[in-house]
């Protein structure tokens, strides 16, 4: 199971990568060559699991935007944390820090909310349901 929702998020990401050239080290990815690309992950824990404490979101979270940087996605917080919650669903707690607030989105699902909150200054983000 957890290998499907690390195949779902892989291949959103993949969708939305861009070239990566760098030009001291020689190397030129095309958009449509990281489709093609293998990725190799090796991912150590030492924080509890099943506890209650998020340690599956916050695995997917930090998987999600290193992706997202080895392959170039534009860092839209929004964008990238639905993609993230294909892998689980707690990656609202996960990704913002401070006091998080989700509230859910219209009648169809299509879109939900999350007001962060620090220091007395709120910020809203509107993000894109993974439930599509």
């Known amino acids: 199971m957890a290998r499907d929702r690390f ?6 990401i993949r969708k939305l990568a861009r070239d990566v ?6 190397v030129l990815i095309r958009k449509e ?3 093609k690309l293998h ?3 090796a991912s150590y824990n030492n924080f509890p699991t099943a506890v ?6 916050a695995g997917f979270v930090c998987l999600v935007f290193t992706l997202a940087k080895l392959m170039n996605v534009v860092q839209d917080h929004g964008k990238l944390s639905s993609i993230a ?3 689980s669903g707690s ?9 998080v607030k989700w509230a859910m989105g219209d009648a169809e699902g299509a879109y939900g909310v999350l007001h962060k909150s620090s220091r007395g200054n709120e910020q809203t983000f509107k993000a894109e349901s993974s439930y599509n």
């Open 7 to 12: 195949q779902n998020c892989l291949r959103e």
């Open 21 to 26: 050239e760098d030009v001291d080290k020689g």
């Open 33 to 35: 060559d990281w489709q």
């Open 39 to 41: 990725v190799h992950i």
């Open 52 to 57: 209650g404490l998020a340690s599956l979101a």
């Open 85 to 87: 919650r294909q892998g």
């Open 91 to 99: 990656v609202w707690r996960s990704l913002y820090g401070g006091f």
